[in-house]
């Protein structure tokens, strides 16, 4: 029995050695005390139905301990070179990241939810709102005649109506009206600072861009692009991440209590949205680092109709997310409808290396050998992998209860990891594997937890949509910010608790504790 535990314990210490080696962070956003989420290494399950990549994570879903195959296994009538790709395999290795990481400012020990809030929605950018809704409410009443019951927006009530809204993402309201309720999610501690009709006059008026520019031409997010381009400056000059990110589609989902309440022409209506969100996310801390918004309707960029040329949209949307990075040895990590062999070429013109789950339903397999693309014949064990190279881009195939595929040129193949699982055991796998399934998994449980925290305010017009979406995203930037800050040594919040202090820091209510 002690032999049994001494070995589990030595595989658990070579295990979080490799993960240290991986560069992701143990707990940075995970809530305080024992609610913390467990390390994502030993748990490499692709629980999270976000986007693209979600069934095909199930690859490191492991089992019994098995015997890894031999690498390029096959014979030599199998192993026949397709346009330059050959079993023969030779080590590579990625230059060293230019690039330092973290936070790019320290924050006093002192600093409030409001201070991490404010550094990606400045005073500026609210008396902005202020001046715009304003203008928007005289314009529109000078067209449909004269609103007796308003009178201008101040910064104050602005901040206050921000507050309000923000409150549903604690919360978990249907409306935001219900707020003022005397029913179950009524919330009697802040509906004191506003009077419903006074709310609802700012919500009815309220924008960030009141009147399309003469330039404008005819972009349809031209309400909220100041607002975006704000945020990205932001996310840029506050945080600098590590040197392995995702591109994926953040999770945007609903409340699952609240859904078994909706009728099924309710449910339809909710999961129809017009615009696609893309991210480039920090796989070290969580850290959305640029996000890339997408109209549906219309003609897509270059002439494409984004509805029937999926894979070139996602090539789109991971060039603009991956524009900064140029030169810099960054490594992204990519679901099967961004994995092309096209544009990890491309990308590593730039000094930008991937590393993507491939899928023959959902991939662009422009170049790949198709032998690669068939599961073999006859049985295999699990661990078993087979690879083939072209220049310094290997195609894995590796079988774990089924045949994944991976397409890198971050990770050598002739390099060998481990999927452990703490009841099941270890399973061999090449590097990219275990790279990929360690950090995706980091991404899969931020996803789980922190969706449940992005406002529920569901308006019908698409900017707004967008703009509440984007304020939840620099909330939880924000809070991770706060989590590696000195700040939260002095008060361990939860992030419920971070949402609360901000709801209560935006109504200026003179008592900020977090409810307990």
């Given at each position: 029995m002690a032999e049994c535990g001494r070995k589990g314990l030595s595989l658990l210490e070579a295990a979080r050695s490799r993960y240290e080696s991986l560069q992701i962070s143990d707990d940075v956003f995970g809530e305080?005390?024992?609610?913390?989420?467990?390390?994502?290494?030993?748990?490499?399950?692709?629980?999270?139905?976000?986007?693209?990549?979600?069934?095909?994570?199930?690859?490191?879903?492991?089992?019994?301990?098995?015997?890894?195959?031999l690498l390029g296994s096959f014979s030599n009538?199998?192993?026949?070179?397709?346009?330059?790709?050959?079993?023969?395999?030779?080590?590579?290795?990625?230059?060293?990241?230019?690039?330092?990481?973290?936070?790019?400012?320290?924050?006093?020990?002192?600093?409030?939810?409001m201070d991490f809030f404010q550094l990606f929605?400045?005073?500026?950018?609210?008396?902005?709102?202020?001046?715009?809704?304003?203008?928007?409410?005289?314009?529109?009443?000078?067209?449909?005649?004269?609103d007796e019951g308003w009178t201008g927006v101040t910064a104050a009530e602005m901040k206050a109506f921000l507050g309000f809204v923000i409150s549903t993402s604690v919360h978990r309201c249907e409306s935001v009206l219900s707020i003022w309720s005397s029913g179950f999610f009524g919330n009697r501690s802040i509906a004191l600072k506003m009077n419903q009709a006074r709310f609802e006059k700012i919500l009815k008026y309220f924008h960030i861009v009141a009147f399309r520019s003469s330039q404008g031409g005819s972009q349809g997010l031209y309400k909220i692009q100041p607002f975006l381009d704000l945020l990205q400056q932001s996310f840029g000059c506050t945080f600098r991440p590590s040197q392995t990110q995702v591109l994926h589609e953040p999770l945007i989902d609903e409340d699952p209590v609240f859904i078994t309440t909706c009728t099924e022409r309710e449910l339809r209506k909710r999961k129809k949205r017009k615009f696609s969100l893309w991210v480039r996310q920090c796989s070290s801390t969580g850290f959305i680092c640029q996000i890339y918004v997408h109209l549906k309707d219309g003609p897509g960029p270059d002439g494409l109709d984004t509805?029937?040329?999926?894979?070139?949209?996602?090539?789109?949307?991971?060039?603009?997310?991956?524009?900064?990075?140029?030169?810099?040895?960054?490594?992204?990590?990519?679901?099967?409808?961004?994995?092309?062999?096209?544009?990890?070429?491309?990308?590593?013109?730039?000094?930008?290396?991937?590393?993507?789950?491939?899928?023959?339903?959902?991939?662009?397999?422009?170049?790949?050998?198709?032998?690669?693309?068939?599961?073999?014949?006859?049985?295999?064990?699990?661990?078993?992998?087979?690879?083939?190279?072209?220049?310094?881009?290997?195609?894995?195939s590796w079988y774990n209860?089924?045949?994944?595929?991976?397409?890198?040129?971050?990770?050598?193949?002739?390099?060998?990891?481990?999927?452990?699982?703490?009841?099941?055991?270890?399973?061999?796998?090449?590097?990219?594997?275990?790279?990929?399934?360690?950090?995706?998994?980091?991404?899969?449980?931020?996803?789980?937890?922190?969706?449940?925290?992005?406002?529920?305010?569901?308006?019908?017009?698409?900017?707004?949509?967008?703009?509440?979406?984007?304020?939840?995203?620099?909330?939880?930037?924000?809070?991770?910010?706060y989590k590696m800050s000195d700040a939260y040594h002095v008060k361990r919040y939860s992030r419920a608790q971070f949402g609360e202090r901000l709801v209560k820091e935006l109504l200026d209510l003179d008592d900020c504790s977090p409810t307990q």
């Open positions: 305080s005390g024992d609610d913390s989420s467990e390390n994502p290494f030993y748990s490499t399950t692709g629980d999270s139905n976000s986007d693209n990549y979600t069934d095909d994570v199930k690859a490191s879903d492991a089992g019994s301990s098995q015997s890894c195959g009538s199998q192993a026949e070179e397709e346009e330059g790709w050959s079993h023969a395999l030779q080590d590579i290795s990625v230059p060293q990241y230019k690039d330092t990481h973290g936070p790019t400012q320290k924050m006093a020990a002192t600093s409030s939810a929605v400045p005073d500026n950018a609210i008396q902005n709102m202020v001046t715009q809704t304003n203008m928007y409410a005289k314009k529109y009443q000078e067209r449909f005649g004269v509805l029937k040329n999926k894979p070139q949209l996602h090539s789109l949307a991971a060039k603009q997310l991956c524009q900064n990075l140029a030169d810099r040895n960054a490594i992204v990590f990519t679901g099967p409808s961004i994995t092309s062999l096209g544009l990890f070429q491309e990308f590593e013109k730039q000094n930008i290396y991937c590393c993507g789950l491939l899928s023959t339903r959902k991939s662009d397999c422009t170049g790949l050998p198709q032998s690669m693309l068939r599961n073999p014949e006859g049985p295999q064990q699990r661990g078993q992998s087979r690879i083939q190279m072209k220049g310094s881009t290997s195609l894995i209860k089924g045949n994944f595929r991976f397409l890198t040129n971050a990770y050598s193949p002739t390099k060998q990891g481990m999927i452990i699982k703490r009841k099941s055991g270890e399973i061999p796998c090449p590097l990219a594997v275990e790279a990929f399934a360690a950090h995706l998994s980091y991404i899969c449980k931020y996803d789980d937890k922190y969706s449940k925290y992005f406002i529920f305010h569901k308006p019908n017009k698409t900017w707004q949509q967008v703009f509440w979406l984007t304020i939840s995203i620099a909330i939880n930037n924000a809070y991770i910010l």
